[in-house]
């Protein structure tokens, strides 16, 4: 049959050559899409762990298994990057220090802020300003902790000055002698 077999050798060199090509291309693309998964995933990881080993495990993790390792190192890997985990720690520490800066009063429970010196709701007096420094002192205080201003004599403390120290006489070099012991 001649008629059948003039172009059978031809069509199948052409179809095993394009094979071929095919082939070549559909190994360059992995080729390709392999090295880019491997600088993604070293990417990833290098802004999400500090970790050395980490980061070499996920590399070779995706670099052995090409997409499985992948798959596996997507589900596994630190779920923040460092930059969010670091956002997140000032987000609390700053909910923390708001938390901190607020009070309720005593008697209503209205949130009061800790400048205050009454409630603006019961009027409970809150805190008492120094008379001295101005400063917002608790009412219990006696004394300004700041300025040392005595708001309130105490009666029961005599208010004579407390007298400074004597100075020590402070010779280098040698040791002072104790003092006789009769
Ligand atoms: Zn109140
Ligand atoms: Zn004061």
């Known amino acids: 049959m001649p008629s059948f077999d003039f172009d059978f050798q ?38 999400r762990s500090r970790d050395i080993f ?16 992948l798959l596996l190192y997507l589900l596994m890997r630190p779920k923040d990057t460092l930059a969010e985990a670091y956002d997140r720690a000032l987000e609390e520490e700053a909910l923390l220090q708001s938390l901190e800066d607020r009070a309720n009063c005593p008697k209503c429970h209205t949130r009061v802020e ?14 008492k300003p120094c008379v001295e420094c101005g400063r917002l002192l608790a009412l219990e205080w006696d004394v300004c902790p700041y300025c040392g ?3 309130q004599p105490a009666p029961a403390q ?4 407390v007298a400074a120290p004597a100075p020590v006489p402070v010779t280098v070099g040698v040791t002072p002698s104790p003092p006789p012991t009769a």
């Open 10 to 47: 031809g069509l199948f060199e052409r179809v095993s050559s394009f094979l071929q090509v095919a082939a070549l291309a559909l190994g360059a693309l992995f080729a390709a899409f392999w090295v880019a998964m491997i600088v993604w995933a070293y990417r990833d990881i290098r802004a």
């Open 54 to 69: 980490a980061q070499i495990l996920a590399v070779l993790l995706v670099a052995l298994i090409p997409v499985i390792g």
């Open 114 to 127: 800790k400048d205050f010196i009454l409630c603006p709701v019961c009027y409970t007096g809150l805190k």
């Open 149 to 151: 201003h005595a708001s």
């Open 158 to 161: 005599p208010t004579q000055p």
